[in-house]
């Protein structure tokens, strides 16, 4: 892998849906109450208190585990967040010095092959705007807006690509978008 690259990710590791852990708690928890009011009516032999008590463990205890998974998840990713900062911060300094295509290589690397990394996309899409890039500052800044659709700066880049492409009716859209964003 290169340095500073968003690494993929990997089948590493068990990560739960978290939206099936809490049904499965919400399931637990329904059981229980319905076990215990049988066992209150007489109809199963079973303590209700215990068994209320008991699903009610059960049910808290599977939350704990997926909250305790969950934060282990997060807590991994500290170390690739960190690389990422100390990558763009580099970046910065060349996009700075106007060193155009070294900023590129590293906001492009930033930006990742999903394009979903919110400022070494918008730099991107800057730095082949310095470039005469057109087509790729309109990928990029398309990518960015996806991500933050109410940015005047970006609609305005954005602009500028498609009256330069001779993309009249778009410009004029991506114009009034940013009119639009930025007296909001």
């Known amino acids: 892998m290169i340095p500073g690259m968003i690494p993929e990710e990997t089948s590493?590791?068990?990560?739960?849906?978290?939206k099936y852990i809490i049904l499965i708690a919400a399931l637990i928890t329904v059981g229980g109450v319905i076990l215990a009011w049988l066992g209150?009516?007489?109809?199963?032999?079973l303590n209700p208190a215990v068994t209320l008590g008991m699903s009610i463990l059960l049910a808290t205890i599977v939350i704990c585990c997926a909250g305790v998974i969950m934060q282990g998840?997060?807590?991994?990713?500290?170390?690739?967040?960190?690389?990422?900062?100390?990558?763009y911060e580099e970046g910065m300094g060349h996009y700075e010095n106007e060193e155009w295509e070294n900023a590129l290589l590293i906001?492009?690397?930033?930006?990742?092959p999903k394009l979903d990394h919110k400022r070494g996309t918008y730099y991107s899409a800057c730095c082949y705007e310095k470039l005469g890039?057109?087509?790729?500052?309109k990928k990029y800044t398309n990518a960015y807006l996806r991500m933050k659709p109410k940015d005047a700066e970006a609609w305005e880049?954005?602009?500028?690509?498609?009256?330069?492409?001779?993309?009249?009716?778009?410009?004029?859209y991506a114009r009034d978008q940013a009119d639009r964003f930025r007296t909001s």
């Open 12 to 18: 590493e590791g068990f990560s739960p849906p978290y």
């Open 107 to 112: 906001f492009t690397e930033l930006a990742g």
């Open 73 to 87: 998840t997060y807590a991994s990713r500290i170390v690739n967040y960190s690389e990422m900062e100390l990558r």
């Open 157 to 172: 880049m954005l602009s500028r690509a498609h009256k330069t492409l001779f993309e009249y009716e778009e410009a004029q």
């Open 40 to 45: 209150g009516q007489g109809i199963l032999p």
């Open 133 to 137: 890039d057109w087509e790729n500052v």
